[in-house]
């Protein structure tokens, strides 16, 4: 089976949540040979724990690691004065994160909100 999912994080207090989860089903597709296609998106305030040096950067640097898509909304980014170079490497950028939650329910992606 060839799962697809998209994490939507939009606070800062839903980041070790979603963190684990992702963990977890990663575990599991690789425990039970299965294929999983995630994406965690981050809009509002919750693109300021995806800079460089955060207190997350290391969990988000090991779902990178492990396939995982990360992406910040540039509006987000815009709103909170941020850059796409201020970011953790591997971090990808949209232009809309509500559009990316669209597109991706679109093409069959799970919505899930930690």
Same mark, same amino acid.
């Given at each position: ?18 963190? $684990? ?57 815009? $709103? ?21 939650? $669209? ?12």
């Amino acid at each position: 089976m060839n799962m697809k999912v998209i994490y939507h994080v939009d606070e800062l207090e839903k980041w070790q949540k979603c963190i $684990a989860n992702v963990k977890n089903m990663l575990s599991y597709a690789q425990e039970n040979n299965e294929l999983f296609e995630i994406e965690v998106l981050a809009n509002s305030i919750a693109v300021t724990d995806l800079k460089k040096e955060s207190d997350i950067e290391h969990d988000i640097l090991f779902m990178i690691d492990n396939g995982v898509t990360v992406v910040a909304c540039q509006n987000a980014l815009n $709103a909170q004065s941020l850059s796409s170079h201020q970011l953790i490497f591997g971090v990808f950028v949209v232009r809309a994160g509500v559009v990316e939650l $669209a597109v991706k329910q679109n093409q069959g992606f799970a919505y899930i909100k930690p």
